[in-house]
């Protein structure tokens, strides 16, 4: 009798050490796929980005020299970074599949209207993790937008800057340096506060 009511216990014993393990396990698998995929980019958890890369990875710093560069148009226009120094310039990394991408764009669109004469927007597409140049191409006809385009086909401009995540905008100033980097989202607001900083 007292054998069986012992083994019993040990048999609720073991499943329970068994059930505890696997939701352990669970919890892990859970936590570092949401790690892998997306981080706090910002500080302000209302506004994400989407990792590209292991965040561990160096960004480049303030005050370094902006990296340079020619990337095509989607029509074939060369675009050389060099070419804008003495402006300010906001370059942004973006992609068609990153929804904050998406939703800043437009108000990109309306900051280069306002500051046309002040500031120069190019926006580089990382051409290599969509599924083709012509979603870029629906994607930019649909928007119409008023800024520079061009496509990191090879991804190498996206290296230069150790690209870690989706949207980062670089604020770049007139004498060429890196003056901020934003990772994240930007609204108009921002944008124009950047602005007044770094004119």
């Known amino acids: 009798m007292y054998r069986k009511i012992f083994a019993f216990s040990l048999l609720v014993v073991l499943i329970a050490v068994f059930v505890y393990e ?4 669970h919890q892990n698998n859970k936590s570092s796929s949401n790690s892998n995929n997306e981080i706090d980019v ?30 095509e148009t989607i029509d074939g226009q060369k675009v050389t970074l060099s070419d804008f120094e003495g402006q300010i310039v906001y370059l942004n990394f973006w ?18 209207n306002e500051f046309e004469e002040k500031v120069e927007m190019i926006a ?20 119409d937008f008023s800024f520079t385009i061009v496509l990191d086909v090879e991804s190498k401009v996206s290296e230069q800057y150790n690209l870690l995540n989706l ?25 124009e506060e950047l602005y007044v900083k770094h004119n």
């Open 22 to 25: 696997l939701t352990e396990n």
């Open 95 to 112: 992609a068609t599949w990153c929804g904050p991408c998406r939703v800043e764009m437009p108000e990109m669109h309306d900051f280069q």
């Open 167 to 191: 949207p980062t905008t670089y604020i770049i100033g007139k004498d060429g340096k890196i003056k901020e980097r934003v990772m994240g989202q930007m609204t108009y607001e921002y944008m």
């Open 124 to 143: 580089v597409n990382v051409t290599n993790t969509e599924s083709s140049v012509e979603v870029v191409e629906d994607f930019v006809a649909r928007g």
């Open 42 to 71: 910002t500080g302000d958890t209302s506004v994400d980005g989407t990792a590209i890369v292991a965040p561990n990875d160096k960004a480049l710093e303030v005050g370094e020299k902006a990296p340079n560069f020619t990337l």
